[in-house]
């Protein structure tokens, strides 16, 4: 079964506006990562958060990290068309491996 | 992009036939995986590589052989495909940072 599972799962927002997805997981982590999906394409990293770290910003991305709730949120401020696509939460295992979420699909109406 | 190329990236072809994927990249990174995305199932790790020759199996493995006789290379071999393999097909790379670097992916269909 997978280890991530990301909520909604789908997201449909106007231009300008803020989006936030959600990500819970089930066993202990090392960290969490955000990927995001362009339509036909491959995932491209956006961040990563380690389990001692409670939330991160880069750039128009803000990620929290709830350990105790096992859970992650991304938010992606100011929204933008280009920032349609879908978004995966990867949480690794051992051994390098990770598990992936099934995504939101995000899209932003200009 | 990271320097990663898969080969072919469409494929069409018929139950019972084998099927190679290849995976190519140019970064020397160490770890090189195999995954496979369906719609409702998100991302399944396949198989996964540590090194040269060093393989070990993901959570879908069952149909699927890989190999890694070079750092460079990762091949994904369908030995007998069926209809279920029909997927699109992704590689990733590793180094020692936890981010994967993902390749365009190879759109499989099995007839």
Known sequence: SQQGEEDPQALSIQEGE????????????????WYRQNSGRGLVHLILIRSNE??????????????SKKSSSLLITASRAADTASYFCATDRTGNQFYF???????VIP | DAGITQSPRHKVTETGTPVTLRCHQ??????????????????RLIH???????????EVSDG???????????????????????SVYFCAISGN???????????????
């Open chain 2, 97 to 111: 940072t936890d981010t994967q670097y993902f390749g365009p992916g190879t759109r499989l269909t099995v007839l």
């Open chain 2, 48 to 58: 996964y590589s540590y090194g040269v020759k060093d393989t070990d199996k993901g």
């Open chain 1, 18 to 33: 803020n989006a936030t997805m959600n990500c819970s997981y089930k066993t202990s982590i090392n960290n969490l990562q």
């Open chain 2, 26 to 43: 140019t970064e020397n990174h160490r770890y090189m995986y195999w995954y496979r995305q369906d719609p409702g199932h998100g991302l």
């Open chain 1, 54 to 67: 409670r939330e991160k910003h880069s750039g128009r991305l803000r990620v929290t990290l709830d350990t």
């Open chain 2, 64 to 86: 699927y052989s890989v190999s890694r006789s070079k750092t460079e290379d990762f091949l994904l071999t369908l030995e007998s495909a069926t209809s279920s393999q029909t």
């Open chain 1, 101 to 107: 979420g099934t995504g939101t699909s995000l899209t």
